[in-house]
Each structure stands twice: as structure tokens, then as C-alpha cells.
């Protein structure tokens, strides 16, 4: 998927939390705006972690070719 489509996404206001799924069949929830880092080749997702303030425990990098499809998260 392009960069710019999943830039759309995360910058969405009010923001709606989403998942990333990819061609692997794994996904990735991205809770909120803060916990996605977009660059032309990769992306920079932030998993668990404080929600409220932005900060996530652990990244994890993936190409955004390999995303095939997002999901909005239904809210909790």
C-alpha cells in the first residue's frame, strides 16, 4: 500500500484506532496517531504501551508493501 494512503489513516480527525494487516497474514493495531512513523520505504509501529500519552513499549519495522488491507478497531 502507498505511504500516503496510510498517512491518510493515521491523520484522520478525529483519529479512529485501526489495523494494519499484512501479506503474511500477521497484523498490527495501531491505537494511536503517535504510535505509527511513516517513511517513504518503512514504517514504524508502536505496540503496547501508554495509549493516553503516546508512548509504546517496543517498535517493530515493516515494509508498507506489505500491507494489504485496514481495518478500523471497534472501540473498546
Request: aromatic share 8%.
Amino acid at each position: 500500500m502507498r505511504p500516503e494512503d496510510i498517512k491518510e489513516w493515521r491523520d484522520t480527525e478525529p483519529f479512529i484506532p485501526f489495523r494494519l494487516c499484512l501479506t503474511d497474514g500477521k497484523s498490527y493495531d495501531v491505537p494511536h496517531r503517535d504510535f505509527l512513523f511513516i517513511a517513504r520505504h518503512v514504517l514504524e509501529i508502536g505496540l503496547e504501551g501508554d495509549t493516553e500519552r503516546g508512548i509504546p513499549d517496543e517498535v517493530v519495522r515493516i515494509s508498507p508493501l506489505h500491507v494489504v488491507r485496514i481495518e478500523h478497531l471497534k472501540p473498546a
